[in-house]
């Protein structure tokens, strides 16, 4: 594992979700649309981190 990806963690999902939620954003209502929903964020996320730090397709 990469240092990279030891620091990609659910703490860091639940960072960035509090953030978007302090700014109006809400998750679905529907339990299983807010699961998609998260997996979606938690693939953004991931490409996000990787575009931060000048690395290409999840590389």
């Known amino acids: ?10 703490g860091l999902l639940y ?3 509090r953030v978007l939620e302090e700014h109006g954003y809400r998750p679905p ?8 929903a998260m997996g979606r964020a938690m693939s953004a996320l991931f490409e996000l981190v990787h575009a931060y730090e000048g690395r290409e397709g999840g590389q």
């Not at 209502?29 to 998609?36: F, I």
């Open 29 to 36: 209502a529907d339990e299983s649309e807010r699961g998609r």
């Open 15 to 17: 960072d960035v979700t």
């Open 1 to 10: 594992m990469s240092a990279g990806e030891a620091r990609f963690t659910v």
